[in-house]
């Protein structure tokens, strides 16, 4: 009921920058949480950022200072700017949201939605 579509992943240089991008569409009826999860080789999938439907922010100690997350709520966009990025940033970048659909109500707690995943490689 909720469609995610990323774009923006590639291979770049370390120090390179690169800006992910997710599109969400569907019966949406409220957006509460949107973030980027990555997942790399033989690693379990981990938390990068992730917005608030007010704009508070969280990220992971690993991309601090170099990650910006933002939204267009008008969109039901999220985005995700990489700067300096490393080799250890490698892995498939996830797109999340957690939403509340019009089927759903009077659930008003929301579920999560996951995008196919974008990769990300950095080489060194």
């Known amino acids: 009921q909720v469609q995610l579509v990323e774009s923006g992943g590639g291979l770049v240089q370390a120090g390179g920058s690169l800006r992910l991008s997710c599109a969400a569409s569907?019966?949406?009826?409220?957006?509460?949480?949107m973030g980027w999860y990555r997942q790399a080789p033989g690693k379990q999938r981990e938390l990068v950022a992730e917005?608030?439907?007010?704009?508070?922010?969280n990220y992971a100690d690993s991309v601090k200072g170099r990650f910006t997350i933002s939204t267009d709520n008008a969109k039901n966009t999220v985005s995700l700017q990489m700067n300096s990025l490393k080799p250890e940033d490698t892995a498939v970048y996830f797109c999340n949201v957690k939403a509340v659909t019009i089927a759903a109500i009077p659930d008003y707690s929301g579920m999560d939605y996951w995008g196919k995943g974008t990769l990300v490689t950095v080489s060194s």
């Open positions: 569907g019966m949406i009826f409220r957006i509460k949480n």
């Open positions: 917005i608030t439907i007010g704009g508070s922010t």
